[in-house]
């Protein structure tokens, strides 16, 4: 059974970058039926795809967030990482990470990811 288990600090002031990391367990993020999403839910609002990182270490970016966003992975510790520059209190939000056993891009359903993370309220600060 494939865990996920989003870590990170609770408010950041605006203009700093967010950082989280994913840790997983019961699975690896380099066997090739992994792709590795980070998803974030604004207050009132659904669910939005910010981008993610295949078990090749291919990386994508949602087209109105990738100027700011990277994503990387420590394979040693079977962990994945979001970095989120210059933010700004619209990035407030519930930030989760999933994962999805084939390649899809941009999606924002919940049921079209096979494991989530709890979540991780992340505030910013104006």
């Known amino acids: 059974q494939v865990q996920l288990q989003e870590s990170g600090p609770g408010l950041v002031k605006s203009s700093q970058t967010l950082s989280l990391t994913c840790t997983v367990s019961?699975?690896?993020?380099?066997?090739?039926?992994?792709?590795w999403h980070w998803i974030r839910q604004p207050p009132g609002k659904g669910l939005e795809w910010i981008g993610g990182?295949?078990?090749?270490?291919?990386?994508y970016y949602s087209a109105s967030l990738k100027s700011r966003t990277s994503i990387s992975r420590d394979t040693s510790k079977n962990q994945f990482t979001l970095q989120l520059t210059s933010v700004t209190p619209e990035d407030t939000g519930v930030y989760y990470c999933?994962?999805?056993?084939?390649?899809?891009?941009?999606?924002?359903?919940?049921?079209?990811?096979?494991?989530w993370g709890q979540g991780t309220q992340v505030t910013v600060s104006s």
């Open positions: 019961g699975g690896s993020i380099i066997t090739n039926d992994g792709y």
């Open positions: 990182i295949s078990y090749s270490g291919n990386t």
């Open positions: 999933a994962r999805r056993a084939r390649y899809g891009l941009g999606l924002s359903r919940r049921d079209a990811y096979g494991y």
